[in-house]
């Protein structure tokens, strides 16, 4: 799918989900963009990287994934690859994730994870200026990549070059 394809067809989403939960329109469709790259990995509808806690309900998934972390010690269901990198370990992994029956349902679920989260607290209370959102859920270590708030904020202003004038 090409970005402007994206931006067109989940724009509704984002839009929809701002209404029902005030949080920037800007927020979900950018994070999704990331997550999922452009949509060419939302598999099970999953544009958002959201991870199952339990993986025996019916409504997880088993992904290949890449984790940074600072341990060689970590569980996963299945570990595929562990490269050290600098002071940091680069796993590529299997790991539960959660699955939706529609890109609507993952944008809903993707908010109220935010507004469940304590530790997203920070963030919520600047749900209405994305870039500092992606500041604190980068601090609250929503993703294990260092530079994760930049790669949302350079994906946010390519996300804005596709918008609908």
């Keep these: 799918m090409t970005p402007e394809l994206f931006v067109k067809t989940y724009l509704p989403d984002a839009k929809r989900e701002e209404q029902r939960s005030n949080f920037h329109y800007l ?3 950018t994070q999704a963009a990331l997550e999922s790259g452009w949509g060419e990995k939302a598999v099970g509808n999953n544009f958002f990287g959201i991870k199952d806690t339990d993986g025996i309900n019916g ?12 341990t060689d010690k970590a569980k996963f269901p299945a570990i595929l690859k562990i490269v050290k990198i600098g002071n940091k370990f680069k796993y590529t992994v299997k790991d539960w994730f ?5 890109a609507a349902s993952a944008f809903a679920d993707h908010t109220d994870f935010f507004l469940k ?4 607290a920070k963030a919520v209370a600047v749900k209405d200026k994305p870039e500092l959102f992606f500041k604190e859920i980068a601090k609250a270590s929503y993703a294990t990549s260092e530079n994760y708030s930049q790669q949302l904020i350079d994906v946010m202003h390519s996300v804005i070059k596709r918008l609908p004038k």
């Design 27 to 29: 927020i979900p469709l």
């Design 117 to 120: 989260n304590p530790r997203y």
């Design 98 to 102: 959660r699955k939706y029956p529609s």
């Design 59 to 70: 409504n997880e998934q088993l992904i290949t994934t890449t984790e940074y972390l600072s």
